[in-house]
């Protein structure tokens, strides 16, 4: 579904990435792991349109991806979280959901005067499937809540359900279960799982290997903006050149 071919960035000079192959299949969730400053979030950043790399290519379903247009990028299906969460904080966690939705009939003014019983129908739609989504996440309880009352763990689920509002063919995930408590990593564990199930691709920045080999079914491993292995999680733990990398060996 996604192919990503000799992508290179750098930064004043400074190579970020140095030529990366990524391929994420549908229904399957990708690993991106690697110490820090190794390249992670650049390539996430790169694919979601905000980072426009120096040479490279990226292919999503038989088309290129517009580099360096976030909103595009979106419109092509991918969705994606960020490692420090983007919420409206005063808003309601339902507010925030439905916020997350692409495409909604009531933002266009020609709508909302000539066509409101279509925007009605439209808006509890909607909102139905953020209220799915938040039971999905465990957050229907809290639907009422400013996002900015929530745990640092329940504002991470709640910026997966904002980006699968999108209902996008890729979710990029910057490590989700950061700082997270471990029963909402094994929530945060279910719902990536049923994504793939779903049949999206899942491509996700995470440190904890634990959660990396429940979850993943392929593993990418960057160290100073190049590949360094890649395999299944289990191929990843036994590889010379991660222990390396990892263990400072
Ligand atoms: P990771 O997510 O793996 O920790 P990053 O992709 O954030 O790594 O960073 C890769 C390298 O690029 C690091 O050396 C980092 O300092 C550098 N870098 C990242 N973003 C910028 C930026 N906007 N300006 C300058 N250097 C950057
Ligand atoms: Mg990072």
Redesign the pocket.
């Given at each position: 579904m996604l192919s990503i071919r000799d992508v290179a960035v750098s930064f004043g000079g400074v190579a970020a990435l140095g030529g990366v192959d990524l391929d994420v299949e549908t229904g399957r969730v990708v690993g991106l792991v690697g110490p820090?400053g190794s390249g992670?979030?650049t390539l996430?950043n790169v694919i979601a349109g905000v980072i426009v790399p120096d040479r490279g290519t990226a292919v999503l379903d038989g088309h290129p991806l517009p580099f360096g247009r976030p909103e595009g990028v979106a419109a092509r299906g991918i969705a994606r979280t960020f490692?420090i969460p983007r919420l409206a904080r005063r808003l309601t966690v339902a507010q925030n959901v439905i916020a997350g939705g692409r495409d909604q009939p009531g933002e266009s003014l020609a709508a909302l005067l000539f066509r409101p019983g279509a925007v009605r129908a439209a808006e509890r739609q909607v909102t139905a499937r953020a209220f799915e989504v938040m039971r999905r996440l465990g957050l229907d309880h809290l639907a009422d809540h400013p996002a900015g009352g929530l745990s640092g763990g329940q504002q991470k689920l709640l910026s997966m359900g904002m980006a699968l509002m999108a209902d996008p063919v890729l979710m990029l995930l910057?490590?989700p279960a950061a700082g997270v408590n471990p029963v909402l990593i094994e929530q945060q564990v279910r719902f990536i799982r049923a994504l793939a199930s779903e049949g999206r691709g899942v491509l996700i920045?995470e440190h904890n290997m634990e959660m990396v080999s429940n979850i993943c079914d392929h593993v990418v491993v960057l160290d100073g903006g190049k590949v360094i292995a890649r395999g299944t999680p289990d191929e990843i733990r036994r590889d010379r050149a991660v222990m390396r990398s990892y263990l400072g060996e």
């Open positions: 820090n992670k979030s996430l490692q910057d490590e920045i």
